[in-house]
């Protein structure tokens, strides 16, 4: 199934919810596709389309492979990569978010137990809340780490309880 194919799909389900597909990133000289195509949906709309993709046969998208975030400065990106072992085809999706330090959506951890470790992840480094979810803490840092690291605007401590959070370059000698 096509990502067109997907999209029109979609947009019969959810009438007057805008599904917006973008295409993958060109390279400028060659013209030839580097990055992903992907479905844009509103961030409060994404749970009822992950259901839907999941559970209605002709989508069968069984396994979310990957979910992560970007900061875009003005925005983020939640972007989920689903994949269907029955009909081997696969989607990216993106929820944008404001980007403000209340950024929430709902969590899919019920429709993808992986979405469980996935969203603490994004928490971690992001500080993107997911509605609902069962254990929303940090997963890789210390409970007690300031900030979130992957944002733009993120600004790194000197030091960690007394352990330097930077060491010399291994190259100046």
Request: a negative charge; hydrophobic letters at 35%; aromatic letters at 10%.
């Amino acid at each position: 199934m096509t990502l067109e194919h997907i999209q029109r799909k979609l947009s019969e389900f959810f009438k007057g919810v805008p599904i917006e597909l973008v295409e993958g990133a060109k390279n400028p000289v060659s013209q030839a596709q580097t990055g992903d195509s992907c479905l844009v949906v509103p961030a409060d709309k994404i749970k009822d389309v992950c259901k839907t993709l999941k559970t209605i046969e002709q989508f069968s998208f069984d396994c979310l492979s990957n979910l992560t975030a970007v900061d875009r400065k003005d925005k983020f990106e939640v972007v989920y990569h689903l994949f269907s072992y029955k009909h081997r085809h696969s989607l990216t999706l993106k929820a944008i978010l404001p980007r403000e330090d209340s950024a929430h959506v709902e969590t899919l951890e019920d429709l993808w137990g992986c979405a469980n470790w996935l969203e603490r992840e994004v928490y971690d480094l992001f500080g993107i809340k997911f509605d609902n979810h069962s254990d929303l803490r940090r997963i890789m840092l210390p409970d007690d780490w300031i900030g979130h690291p992957l944002r733009k605007d993120y600004k790194e401590e000197e030091d960690y309880h007394g352990i330097s959070t930077t060491r010399p370059s291994l190259l100046s000698s």
